[in-house]
Each structure stands twice: as C-alpha cells, then as structure tokens.
C-alpha cells in the first residue's frame, strides 16, 4: 500500500529569469508632487448656467461680471471641498441654487424675488 503513493519531483527554478524583487515604497513626499502635478495639468471645471437660471437671469435683470464669476467658481470648489452637494450662494444681490456635483447653476433669483421666500433641498450656504 505505501508503494502506491506518488511524490512529484519539484520543478526545476529556470536559472535565466531573475527573480522580480518588490519594489520599495515611494515616500510621501513623491505622492505630493504627483497630486500638485495632476492638479495642474487638469482643467478647472468652470461653472455652467442651466437653461433655467439662465432664464432667470435674463428676466431679472441679473448680471455679472468676470470678477464676480471667478468668485461665484471660488465658492463651488469651496463647498465641494466640505463635502457639500447642493448650495445656496449669495453673491451679490442675487441668490443661486448651485448643484456642486454637477458645478450647474439651477435657479436665480435677486434681491426683490428672494423676500418671503424658503430655500429647500440645500446643504449649505455660502455668502460672498
């Protein structure tokens, strides 16, 4: 009986092929650098108007210039870096409901359309 059990021979190591050795971890401050690099090199994501707000700001009047767009983007990334999804920004006299996710403008309004008025289905608010 104890004829019967079969032990294979190991297979022979191939003495032409290194041996891949690990690769020793990059210090922190290499991932650092990768971050600012990629940082750079992607586009800012400017803000968009919906249809909707774009509606609104044309029927009431509302503009604004580069300065105040600039800070209008500024206070988007700024909630989005606090985790924030949708936001009520006041800039200005005008009042806008910003989807941060989609960096999307949804609804305008100012200064005289905002009296008696409830923001809803918001998770901050930001006054620039």
Do not use: C, W
């Not at 249809?51 to 009047?61: F, Y």
């Amino acid at each position: 009986m104890i004829d019967s059990i079969y032990f294979p021979e190991p297979l022979p190591i191939n003495p032409g092929r290194s041996q891949s050795q690990p690769q020793p971890a990059q210090p922190a401050g290499k991932q650092g650098e990768f971050a600012r690099i990629l940082d750079g090199k992607l586009p800012a994501q400017e803000v968009k108007f919906s249809s909707h707000a774009q509606q609104r700001l044309q029927s009431r009047g509302i503009t604004f210039s580069d300065t105040d767009l600039k800070r209008l983007e500024g206070a988007v990334e700024s909630v989005a870096q606090k985790g924030g999804r949708e936001s009520l920004i006041m800039l200005g006299d005008a009042a806008l409901v910003v989807s941060v996710r989609n960096r999307t403008v949804i609804t305008a309004m100012d200064r005289a359309s905002m009296q008696g008025n409830v923001f809803t289905n918001i998770d901050s608010a930001v006054i620039i």
